[in-house]
């Protein structure tokens, strides 16, 4: 652990905090030229539905912003750069019963220090599985359901939601873990998390975003301070995710009031200094900025393209923030 000694105190780096998501994503954009920043979503008051029954005799299901794997959409493995074109509009379900290959290279997780190599990190079914083996949980729902990442507040709060809420209650689920794994992710699944809990399904999120969770106001948070895109657990360190999993569990079922928070004790690594780096415009140079600038506005046109060839059309100043 990274720290700094005062006489015969001893403190951790100033740096060894949650990261300011909120804050460091902010600036990174006004830094690459975009003008208005973005507007995040904010509630003072939260829903909250305690679980009505005990967890082992719950049904629950999963919820994630992992893309299915898309054969002839670009790199979508470990190590990927950002690609647009592999993202999802539209809520999907998967048959819980079955393998899955889902990616994340649709998404800004932090490329600098994780690679999305273990699914497992951020996408638990099988874990979940597990524990509804052992009787720790009821059963695992049918399906899971993919919730896409949609900059745009009105569509995920008048389109995604409702559709969510629909297909959960459809199989008949009692609670819902929600993985976010970008920045943006974390907002949708806080609002997904509130509609859900309105509509009597009890929910916890595993994130790595903590103030974004807690800015956008849900039940039940546990948040793990890894780099974004594994708040499942570490890759490739099953002990890590099972105890992470385990942790929201109990979070789940112990809440009884909403704005919970529980940080888990796990660290990444021995050194904190990887928290400096995510959208941090201070550390680029100028060259570089300049570079992500354009970067991103291949994103934006390769994003709207994907939209487009699926029927989506924006509507309003808010959707064109996407």
């Not at 849900?218 to 385990?246: C, H, I, M």
């Not at 487009?308 to 924006?314: E, L, R, S, Y």
Request: overall charge negative; proline content about 6%.
């Amino acid at each position: 652990m990274t720290s700094v000694g005062s006489g015969e105190l001893d403190f951790s780096a100033a740096h060894d905090a949650p990261i300011p998501y909120l804050q460091r994503v902010r600036d990174y954009y006004l830094g690459l030229g975009y003008g208005t920043p973005y507007e995040w979503a904010h509630y003072v008051d939260v829903p909250f539905h305690a679980l009505d029954k005990a967890l082992s005799r719950s049904r629950i299901t999963l919820i994630t912003t992992a893309a299915p794997y898309q054969p002839g959409k670009g790199d979508q493995g470990p190590g990927a750069p950002y690609n647009a074109s592999a993202k999802f509009y539209r809520v999907y379900s998967g048959d819980t019963t079955k393998e899955h290959d889902l990616r994340v290279s649709h998404l800004a997780i932090d490329r600098k220090h994780t690679t999305a190599e273990d699914a497992a990190s951020y996408f638990p079914l099988n874990a979940l599985k597990e524990q509804a083996d052992l009787g720790r949980i009821g059963s695992v729902a049918p399906h899971f359901f993919g919730l896409p990442t949609n900059r745009s507040r009105r569509v995920t709060l008048e389109v995604d939601c409702p559709e969510l809420v629909t297909r959960c209650k459809q199989d008949h689920v009692d609670a819902a873990l929600l993985v976010p794994n970008c920045p943006v992710c974390h907002q949708s699944v806080s609002l997904a998390a509130r509609a859900l809990e309105e509509s009597g399904i009890s929910t916890v999120i595993l994130g790595c975003a903590k103030d974004i969770v807690e800015y956008v106001g849900v039940p039940r948070l546990l948040f793990s301070d890894f780099p974004l895109g594994n708040a499942a657990g570490r890759p490739k360190d099953v002990a890590s995710q099972l105890y992470t999993l385990e942790l929201a569990l109990r979070v789940l079922e112990t809440t009884s009031a909403p704005r919970r928070t529980v940080q888990s004790p796990l660290r990444w690594s021995d050194e904190s200094d990887w928290k400096l780096d995510y959208c941090n415009i201070e550390r680029l140079t100028p060259d570089e900025i300049r570079r992500r600038r354009a970067e991103f506005d291949r994103g934006k046109t390769e994003a709207r393209l994907v939209r487009q060839d699926a029927g989506i059309v924006h509507r309003t100043v808010d959707d064109e923030i996407s």
